[in-house]
């Protein structure tokens, strides 16, 4: 059973939503109403986004209550309000539930989502690696104490960091000290690609550019790259170079509790700092969190109020129910099932002649080379939502089409592996996107070129696409029994 979302009694929870649906739809009933059509959207939608997913019951309705009234800045047992045990209690064990489930010394569960869990981690390595030398140096034990001076060098020394990073186009993600985001603010960056040909990573590639550039954070870790990474080589070239390794496992931390990802593959014992999000693959509540070694354990304990606002004790509570809900046996199941799914589907794919990004997969992503149909992502992601599969357009590695348009789709099988689907269901659903490949173009512009937004599909292939889809859907419910009426 792999399906954890019906691990739960449809009579209780019907009644449970239904009560609370009434209590809401007495203040606002617009919003009670949003609630029941977003269920109505989710159970009807092929949802192959690879960072979405559908949590249990028992964490959803964890976060609806006066938890949520609670400020708790601090860390437990030390907080500045008054009247915390309760907070305390659960921010203990989803710690508690984290360590044990990823085998690390120490986790930070306060973080809101993954990016804050990247805020946290980056002043992390910048108090313990920067800050902390140069208030020995001054003789001081806090940056009051610094004269303005010192000040000055410590904060002109905290803006000269570089951060090495994947590169967007082969995967990386924004945050990993991009100029879109305050982390390419933050640091000096450069990235490392994947092997043109292959389109997979190239350590000796990584090395050298490392060796180049001399980061203080080597980042590892991709929101698109279809394949595995050998933390122990990024650890050892972080070593090499007197780097922080850091990775940001948000995509794939599912597969790392469900041990799918082991060995040089699993982040958590090779990296001095791991981040990740908790509602991805890892099917916990919408959040993040921070697993560390020892001797960064302080300074990511900071991160509330360094860089986080006061912390969600309601979520807490949920990471709590989510992280014990992943250390049960079923979890790992689960977690075999995504990638042995994406196996299916991206065997499935290529069958069928679609072209794929390093030609395969070895997690629970794929990424569709859409160019071999004449498409673009754009119009790829727009066919394939007519036809009721929900997908995102992606680079790939060089792409043709820029970061807007795009020439790739990225697809995932968290979600509808949680619904139930298996080997059989991600076959018929690759057919039923190469049908929709297939049966769009591009319209053509009026200079005799073709656009790369506006297509056309084949008369009734939406149609008949939305009919088979709903089909498997309907073979798998979500949330079976679940019954707000
Ligand atoms: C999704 C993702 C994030 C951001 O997570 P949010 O919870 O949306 O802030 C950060 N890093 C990676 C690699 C991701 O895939």
Redesign the pocket.
């Known amino acids: 059973m792999t399906d954890a979302t019906a691990s739960f009694d449809p009579a209780t929870a019907s009644a449970a939503y239904r009560s609370a649906l009434q209590v809401i739809g007495a203040v606002e009933p617009r919003v009670a109403e949003a609630i029941g059509a977003e269920l109505a959207d989710q159970r009807a939608s092929l949802k192959l986004i690879a960072?979405e997913n559908y949590a249990s019951p028992a964490v959803l309705l964890t976060m609806g209550n006066w938890f949520s009234d609670k400020y708790a800045e601090g860390t437990v047992g030390h907080r500045f309000y008054a009247g915390c045990q309760n907070v305390d209690t659960v921010e203990a064990l989803a710690a508690e539930h984290a360590r044990e489930l990823f085998g690390a010394p120490y986790a930070y569960v306060q973080p809101?989502?993954?990016?804050?869990?990247?805020l946290v981690a980056f002043w992390a390595v910048l108090a313990q690696r920067v800050e902390l030398p140069a208030l020995e140096k001054a003789g001081a034990t806090h940056v009051n104490d610094l004269t303005a001076e010192d000040w000055t060098t410590l904060r002109r020394a905290l803006g000269d960091q570089r951060m090495l990073g994947m590169s967007l186009d082969a995967g990386?993600?924004?945050?990993?000290g991009f100029r879109p985001n305050i982390s390419g603010k933050m640091f000096e960056q450069s990235s490392y690609g994947t092997d043109p040909k292959t389109g997979l990573l190239d350590y000796a590639l990584v090395r050298e550019r490392a060796k180049e550039f001399r980061p203080l954070i080597l980042m590892a870790?991709?929101?698109?790259y279809p394949r595995r990474v050998d933390f122990a080589a990024m650890r050892e070239i972080a070593d090499e170079v007197g780097a922080t390794l850091v990775v940001?496992?948000?995509?794939f931390a599912g597969l790392v509790a469900g041990k799918v990802l082991t060995g040089d593959f699993d982040p958590v014992p090779h990296a001095h700092v791991v981040?990740t999000?908790t509602?991805?693959s890892l099917r916990g509540p919408?959040?993040?969190m921070v697993l560390a070694q020892p001797e960064f354990a302080d300074a990511v304990d900071r991160g509330c109020p360094m860089v986080l606002g006061g912390p969600l004790p309601h979520v807490m509570a949920a990471k709590a129910v989510a992280l014990a809900e992943a250390r049960q046996p079923a979890f790992a199941g689960y977690a075999r099932a995504v990638a042995d799914n994406a196996q299916s589907l991206a065997e499935g794919l290529t069958s069928r002649g679609a072209t794929l990004v390093t030609g395969g997969t070895d997690n629970h992503i794929v990424l569709i080379d859409v160019t071999s149909f004449g498409l673009t992502g754009r119009q790829a992601e727009s066919a394939l939502l007519d036809a009721g599969i929900v997908t995102n357009r992606n680079s790939v590695p060089a792409d043709p089409n820029g970061a807007w348009y795009t020439s790739g789709v990225r697809i995932g099988t968290p979600a509808l592996t949680t619904r139930g689907f298996g080997a059989a269901e991600f076959d018929r659903t690759a057919e039923l996107i190469v049908d929709v490949l297939s049966g769009t173009t591009p319209t053509a512009t009026q200079d005799g070129g073709s656009s790369r937004a506006r297509y056309a599909m084949a008369d009734g292939l939406a149609g008949r696409t939305r009919a088979a889809a709903a089909e498997l859907l309907d073979a798998h419910p979500l949330y079976p029994g679940l019954d707000l009426a």
């Open positions: 960072s809101h989502s993954g990016i804050d869990a990247n990386g993600h924004l945050t990993h870790g991709y929101s698109a940001d496992m948000a995509h981040t999000t509602h991805k919408r959040g993040g």
